[in-house]
Every structure is written in structure tokens, then in C-alpha cells.
């Protein structure tokens, strides 16, 4: 008697392809928990057939690539497991709130990987964006290896020259809003195979409870940005060709220099310098571990505030441990200091150069070397417009909600724009003109809760930012139908449609800008204008597709910045920091 369940029995006498067509409606939890449930039915589910079509669900790439991707991975099963835990929750439009000018990664696949890449503030010509280059700086890219593990690599350059920085992915919640890139402490290891890599909240939690350490975002920011320009320093990899401006393929590339770029960043992520004398297949106890900082050294360049103190301040901070006390004994210490409950009356609360010391010295007891990691996770956080309400002293990106044009929202979705009538692609010799992007959602009035559409501005070049990211360039009732005739030639188009609102105008300083009476005429499906009633201004804005446009060749990659502020430059600035690299 067949003791196989029924259901399955089922399943295992269909054909292959109409398994694969099946297998559209599963998901692959669904398929993994089918190869569970018997070895016949893991003969049939877990093929290369099966997988191919789960990658095509993901709904990432088209399927010409992910034919073009298996060729540098081990299955499709693999490559699933790549598109669904690292590309899809990372692809999308992340940002940072200081300056106001830049700080817009738009993140895409590449080729086996997940690319970052930084949209320059820029001008657009009389062909606009169409025929035009759109300045992008490479950021971050993660690397696929063979068997679906995952390098992480931050660019930026040294002062000679463009360089990479490898380090490590701790984790991708598959909902995520945060980017972080931090320092990651490490116990060493003897290989490469022994190199245990523990989510970033595990590991804080172990040397909280066990050993008194302390998770990198609780040390000082000037802590923080030091320890990571001093690890970005020591693990640095200049980059050679065809490395450079190379992170995702165009039509002009071809898939043998694709293969040759990965193959070339597998070797730099795992023997460093030394890649060029050395093949994939070398012994595992030669590769190299991108956590190469070692405590003494990150300990004489932190430390060195202990000797600003005075005579008393310095006795009373070092006689804390003494060659017999155990590093947990000096943190206890030090909380029962800050608690009050020192065995001595006479000793006062620490100061708050004592709490940082204390904040340090936890954290680097926590590893024996040190390196880059990169960690996506989910926060709750608040939000004014749809723009995330962020701390700005954490080196961190936060993704945008992108909503895309559905029945009922068909101008959602990101745009471009410039101001002037006609659109630039119809002006083949007028001026150059600031680019604006431009993130269109829909949301409800807050005086009587009828439809909206916000364009929330979220770049603008290329000179001097005139309105802060996150401000709403205009807000227009969607419900309410405008009369006002349009003020300029109309230049042999029809208008669909006009309605109602208004557009952000002067106002008192930089922060706190007015709105003046408007209207939004839609041309099409893919092209806006908005009208200042009073001023006659007039901004007209195409949906853009980055990844089509930059995957079209219609890119030009700037020099990037130093590698700690490439991720996300801090200083607040209304001016474009790539201003100088530019004019080069």
C-alpha cells in the first residue's frame, strides 16, 4: 500500500512545466514546506524549474537577468533566497536629513548584488533627462557569492583615489526602514570558516548581560564617527578597472566584464590586498578578514583623552580596575556610580567624560577586532508628509514609502522636474535648469479629511537649496476641478485635466516657507505642471524610472566622497557638497 498521502500523490503525477505553472500561486515558504513533507515530493518541487519561476515572482528582476544571474551561482534555489532576503527589501529610495541638498541613495539591483547609489544635485539641459547624464556616486553595494552569501562593500575614496571598504551584512529585516552602518566587534578567529556572524541586537545583548559591553549607537557621536573612520582607514582597497562606475550592468556592457568585476570583489573581500596572486578556490586559512583593526590600536587612538585629565580626575578614573578586577567589575562600578551607590560617600557621581570613558572601554572590551557592518532594520518612527522625522547625528539612511500608481492614485510615484514651459525635451537651446525630485502621494486634508496629492520635494540642485528636504512644493485637492486658464502657449498640447491648490512660496527664513494659490494641470499619465496663480511660475515634472535611466547608460559617476561621509555626509549645508568635483 502506498503510503504516501494522497495529496501527494496527487501533485507527483503532474507534469513538470504544469508543477512550475502551479507553483506562480505558492510562495517560497510554501515550496520549502512542500520539499519537507516527503522525499517524493522534494524530488519534484526542489528543481531548477520550480526556482526559476519563484525568482520571477519576487518581482525584482525581469527574466532575462535572473537567466543572466544563475550563471555566477550555484542554483536558482540560491538565487531566491538572494532576491527575497537582500535585493527586495533594500531596493527603493533612502534618504538623510542633513543637507538639504543631497543625501538621495537610490537603491537597485546590479548584477548578483544590490546597489547603492547617491543622485548628485545637478542641472538638466535642453534635452532634459532623456538625453542627458545623470550624476550618481556609488555608496554601497552587496555581493552574492556562489552560494548565496553576501559581501558588503562601502565606497568612497582616499586621498589618492577611489577605493573600496569591505565589511560584513549583520542583517536585513525583511520590512526594513533604517540602514545602519556601523562598527562591529569580533572575537578572531582561525579561519575564515570559524567567522561566526551573529545579528547586531544578539550580540549586544551577550555583552550587555555577560561581559559588560556596549552597542555601538550608545557610544558619542564623535565616538562613533571616529571609530569609523578609523576602521574605514585601516580596511581600505583601491579601486582598479573595471571596478570603477561599473556597479550595474547597461547596454553597453556584456556579461563576461560583469562575471570578471564580481569575481575580482569576491577575491578583494576575501584574501584584501593580496587578491590579485590569489583564486577563489584558494585554502579557506588564507582568506583575508575584513575585521583587521586590532583593539590595541583603536584603544591608543580613543584613549588618549584619559592623559587631558587632571591628577585627581585621572587617580580616581584609573584605580576604577585593578589588575585583579574583571572588566564587568569595572562596569558595574561605574552604573553603581551613576546610581549613587558607591561604597564611599566621599566619591561623587561620575562626570559625563567618565560615563563616555565607561560607554568606550565596553564597547571595545566587546571584540578583539573590529570592522564595517551594515545592518537594515525596522524602527517605528514618526512622519511629517511622508517624510521619516529622523535623528540626525546617526549614520544612517531611511527608506521612503514608495507607493506605486494604482486605479484610483495614478500620480503616485516619483518625478522629476524643473522649472520653465515647454518641457525641456522640447527646448533644444535654452538654459540649464536645477533638477528637482519630486515623491507624489496621495493623503487626506486635515480641515475637512477630502483627497490630496502632496509633492514632497526630496532633492534639489545643483547650487543652493532654496526649500528643505521633505517640504511639500505643492498640495493640491485632487476632488476640486480649477478653472484658471493656463498663462503661457499652450505648445499644441491638451490639458486632461486641472485642479486646485497650492504651492510653496517665500515665507519667513529657510524652515518655515508660505503657500501661495495654484493649480496642477496633467498633461498625461507621465507629465505635470504646476501653476503659481500670482507669480506665473511654473514647475513640469515626467515620472522618472532611475533604474531604467541609469541602466540605459544615461549616467555619469562622480568621484565619491570619504568613505564615512559617502554613506551619510552629517554636516547641515543648503549647498551642494560635490560642488568642487564637479567643476573639475
Known sequence: MDTEPFGACSLLSLPGDVFSVISCFLSPSDICNLILCS???????????????????????????????????????????????????????????????????????????????????????????????????????????FDGSTEFFLHGRDRERNCVYPGFVIGIEKICNVLLLEVEPRK?????????????????????????????????????????????????????????????????????????????????????????????????????????????????????????MDENERWKYLTVVTPKQSFSS?????????????????????????????????????GETFGLSLNASYAEMSSYQEWPIMPENHFALYKLPMKNPIDDQEYAGLWGGAYGWPPRNCVEDGPEKALFLLMLTYGESQKDNERVLIGMKILEGYGCASRPNGSAMFVVNID???????????????????????????????????????SLLVISNDLLAFVWQETKKVITLQRLNLEEILKKGLGSCVTPLPPTKNFTYMKRSNSNVFGKSLML
Request: hydrophobic fraction near 35%; charged fraction near 25%; charge should be negative.
Open 39 to 145: 522525499k517524493s515530493l522534494c524530488a519534484l518541487v526542489d528543481s531548477e524549474k520550480t526556482w526559476l519561476v519563484q525568482c520571477e515572482e519576487v518581482k525584482v528582476l525581469p527574466l532575462v537577468e535572473i537567466v543572466q544571474w544563475r550563471v555566477g551561482i550555484s542554483s536558482y534555489k540560491v538565487l531566491c533566497r538572494f532576491l527575497v532576503q537582500v535585493v527586495k527589501p533594500l531596493i527603493g529610495i533612502w534618504v538623510h536629513q542633513n543637507p538639504e541638498v543631497g543625501n538621495v541613495v537610490y537603491v537597485m539591483p546590479g548584477f548578483l548584488s544590490v546597489v547603492g547609489c547617491r543622485i548628485i544635485p545637478q542641472m538638466v539641459g535642453p534635452l532634459w533627462i532623456q538625453e542627458g547624464r545623470v550624476m550618481w556616486s556609488p555608496v554601497f553595494e552587496i555581493i552574492c557569492g
Open 480 to 518: 476640486t476641478p480649477s478653472f484658471e486658464p493656463f498663462p503661457f502657449d499652450a505648445d499644441g498640447r491638451d490639458f486632461e485635466s486641472s485642479y486646485k491648490g497650492e504651492g510653496i512660496a517665500d515665507g519667513y527664513g529657510f524652515r518655515y516657507p508660505s503657500s501661495k494659490p495654484g
Open 330 to 366: 569595572f562596569i558595574r562600578n561605574g552604573i553603581n556610580h551613576i546610581l549613587g551607590k558607591s561604597s564611599s560617600s566621599k566619591n561623587p557621581p561620575p562626570s559625563s567624560s567618565e560615563i563616555r570613558h565607561m560607554n568606550r572601554y565596553g564597547f571595545l572590551s566587546s
Open 188 to 308: 578572531e578567529k582561525s579561519s575564515c570558516n570559524e567567522i561566526e556572524i551573529e545579528a547586531s541586537s544578539k550580540v549586544c545583548k551577550t555583552h550587555e548581560e555577560h561581559e559588560g559591553g556596549v552597542p555601538f549607537w550608545k557610544l558619542e557621536f564623535r565616538d562613533r564617527e571616529s571609530l569609523l573612520d578609523l576602521v574605514t582607514r585601516h580596511v581600505a582597497l583601491h579601486v582598479v578597472e573595471p571596478l570603477s562606475g561599473r556597479l550595474f550592468p547597461t547596454r553597453k556592457d556584456d556579461e563576461a566584464m560583469l562575471l570578471e568585476r564580481r569575481t575580482m570583489l569576491l577575491k578583494m573581500h576575501k584574501f584584501g590586498g593580496n587578491w590579485k596572486h590569489m583564486n577563489l578556490e584558494e585554502d579557506e586559512q588564507l582568506c583575508y578578514n575584513p575585521m583587521q583593526v586590532d583593539i590595541n590600536e583603536i584603544w591608543e587612538n580613543l584613549g588618549d583623552e584619559i592623559d587631558k
